[in-house]
């Protein structure tokens, strides 16, 4: 029974099967980084809608003048040194100048901004404050949806999936809170390669593959 809950539980379960493809792809992630930045350069990172556990293992850590702004709606907290947390807009980081980051990083978050407007904004403001960039998201025709793990649930209507979220334990082997289901139903929408290299035109494409389907897109700018 622990194998079939670890299969779909949240990548927040170090058990958990995403968090064993986070943890490959932040692998892949860092070596990229580690081909364009010195160990011993002052680094500045924006991760946007991050929080500071994504980086309890990373390598990047044991840089000595490294800087990680979290960007979030909400402040979070920070017992880390090398963390910062700020409360911002994705879609509007005004308050950031042109090329003040030396890398923007973002994990599974551009598909939760309700519309392709709003993932526009995101990308070109990522684009302008950062001087490298590594954004990931799921592929919105992976069978398995990411956020429910339940098959085929992105080409359900969303009334149907509702129920299924909130009345049965298909998705994660739990039933859902009918707020916080409904909440995801607005918010998420998910992309493709395509809509990702429009988003990042002269980026480079990080395909995250399971079963020789794509089931997650980075797009990247890292040489």
Known sequence: MSFITNLFSPSDNPESLGAKFRNQRQKDFEDLFFLNFSKDDPIRVLDVGGAAYFWNTSRLLSLPNIEIILLNLDQEEIDHPKFRSVVGDATNMSEFS?????????????????TWENQQKMAKEIIRVGKKHFIQT???YFPVEAH???PFAQYAPKPLLHFFLTK???????????????????EIRLLDQEEMQRLFPNSKMYLEKFMGMIKSISAHNLS
Do not use: C, G, M
Request: no cysteine; hydrophobic share 35%.
């Open 98 to 114: 042109d090329n003040s980051f030396d890398l923007v990083f973002s994990n599974s978050v551009i598909e939760h901004l309700y």
């Open 138 to 140: 799921p592929n919105r």
């Open 148 to 150: 429910y793990a339940i």
């Open 168 to 186: 049965t334990k298909l998705s994660r082997l739990q039933k859902w809170d009918a707020k916080d289901a409904q909440q995801y139903l607005d």
